[in-house]
């Protein structure tokens, strides 16, 4: 009988062995050194110089330019959705399209025919916004990247029926 035990016993060790080493391939697979070989950045033979595909994430957005030279900021957050709600605020259809709400909360809506409400969200991408455009929105979360500001609670629309 004892050794029916040590068997057993034996077949649960190899078997817990085997899952822990199945278990680590991914980690270890995970951590493994890439390619060697790194392939040189192209060159613009015109002008001679090294040509980049990175984005520049440590420049702000408002240094970028829309094709007449205009700065534009990026409008994110609490700043993309009072931007649309200002937008919206006095247009006359309804829908998505048509007027947009302040709620008591500080989120923004429109009606749909039937009356029913629809929160909006900004798209998760941002606002691109001529910059003289957005400066009234500086003070909010999501100008230009910003985490920090204000959000919409608070701000009143006597247009907006209580929701």
Known sequence: MNTIFKESKIV????????SALLMVPLLSSCGGGSRTATPPPVDDT????VSN????????????????????LLAGAAALYYMYNQHQNASKEGAEGKYYLSKNGRVYYRD????????????????????????????????GSSTGRDLTG????????I
């Not at 649960?12 to 899952?19: I, K, P, Q, T």
């Not at 910059?131 to 230009?144: L, T, V």
């Not at 701000?155 to 209580?162: H, K, W």
């Open 113 to 144: 025919a039937e009356k029913r409400a629809h929160w909006v969200t900004p798209p998760k991408e941002g606002i691109r916004v001529p910059e003289s455009q957005a400066q009234k929105y500086q003070q909010f979360q999501g100008y230009n």
């Open 47 to 50: 002008i001679g110089r090294t």
């Open 12 to 19: 649960s060790r190899l078997f817990a062995v085997l899952l």
């Open 155 to 162: 701000i009143t629309s006597s247009a907006a029926p209580a």
């Open 54 to 73: 990175r984005n520049t994430t440590n420049q702000p957005e408002a240094k970028k330019g829309m094709g007449t030279g205009q700065k534009v900021a």
